[in-house]
């Protein structure tokens, strides 16, 4: 009788580890499936939007100080129509502004730095807001945005000082 025990004793115990093992699979199709609804749930609310682009609401105003870029990209300006905020790259949309990285004459060039410097001083000004535009990026991933400082467009003025166009939906010439 022991030896009949002890068989039935060790099949329990291979039972019990094959159940053991066994349920280690639904619970894991259990989770995928509460995650994927977590996932799902998360895509159709605001707070899940704001984990995925990171980027400032519309209308929340931005209090932050811009300098030309350099090798740190955080929060700084490339040229009159792109700055980085908080390690997100911008576009502003309803502007063109000369070229700095790749001018087609030293004239674009001397106004793109200047727009780059104009754009710094327009941001520092005070807190401004990024309204959104017709689409959220660009082809570059770059965010599109309007910036706009007490309902009134950066760009805009940029354009009244000569150093931007307003986007028609391409680049324009400078030279």
């Known amino acids: ?3 009949t025990s002890r068989s039935v004793g060790q099949r329990r115990r291979r039972l019990g580890k094959w159940l ?9 199709m259990l989770a995928m499936m509460l995650g994927s609804l977590a996932v799902l749930a998360l895509q159709q609310t605001e707070f899940g939007q704001w984990l ?5 609401a519309a209308n929340a105003e931005i209090h932050t100080s811009f300098a030309p870029c350099g090798s740190d990209r955080i929060t700084c300006v490339v040229d009159g129509d792109t700055f980085w905020l908080d390690g997100v ?3 502003i949309a309803d502007i063109n502004t000369p070229e700095v990285s790749s001018p087609q004459c030293a004239s674009e060039a001397d106004r ?3 727009a780059g410097l ?3 001083e327009l941001l520092n000004e005070g ?3 990024l309204a959104p535009a017709d689409r959220d990026e660009d082809r570059y991933g770059r965010k599109l ?3 706009e400082r007490d309902g009134r467009s950066i760009g805009r003025q940029l354009v009244a000082e000569g150093l931007a166009h307003e986007w028609q939906g391409r680049m324009e010439g400078w030279c």
């Open 112 to 114: 793109g730095r200047e």
């Open 145 to 147: 945005r309007v910036v």
């Open 89 to 91: 790259k911008y576009r």
């Open 127 to 129: 807190p401004f807001t």
């Open 52 to 56: 995925a682009t990171s980027t400032p």
């Open 118 to 120: 104009r754009l710094a």
């Open 1 to 3: 009788m022991g030896a």
């Open 20 to 28: 053991g093992r066994a349920s280690v699979v639904p619970t894991a």
